[in-house]
């Protein structure tokens, strides 16, 4: 039975985080495998994290700004298959919206990261670099339409830390 567990799909978690200051977004650019690309700061949950420190640590690591997260924006679902590797990835991407400071001064950027920037709407449809996934451009409609859910709908057991050790019956 433990082989059929091992063997379960499970999709790739991610978070990302969604910051509007004066009608703009903070974006990335970053070089994957593609190419140059251009996304909402975003990436993996890490074991042992809940989905706010995951989108707190992505937010800093990718654009040097602390992030404040305010609502759930929406919880997403995308494929992708990469025909130069043949890796076919499921995401279930869960993005916040929020608040971030001005970046701190002498931080790197994560590795892949060129720059983050500041862009309108009609910038980021029509900016020259390709969107990573079209989760990007999602988000942000789902942003500009007032979606929000609130923020402890969103919840992480401190067995996230300790974990709850399960013992066969005896």
Known sequence: ??????????????????AERDGRFLLVEEL???GLRLNNPAGHLEPGESLIDAVCREMLEETACRFTPTALLGVYLSRFHRAA????VTYLRFAFAGDV???EPGRALDEGIVR????????????????????????????????????DLVWADPSLLEPIVLRPDR
């Open 85 to 88: 590797t043949g890796e076919d």
């Open 116 to 151: 983050a920037l500041w862009l309108a709407p009609d910038e980021i449809r029509t900016h020259a670099t390709p969107h990573r996934s079209p989760l990007l451009w999602r988000c942000i409609e789902d942003h500009l339409a007032g979606r929000r859910f609130p923020i």
């Open 32 to 34: 994957t495998s593609e």
């Open 1 to 18: 039975m433990s082989s059929l567990l091992n063997d379960r799909w499970r999709p790739s978690v991610t978070v990302a985080g969604v």
């Open 101 to 103: 400071s001005e970046p």
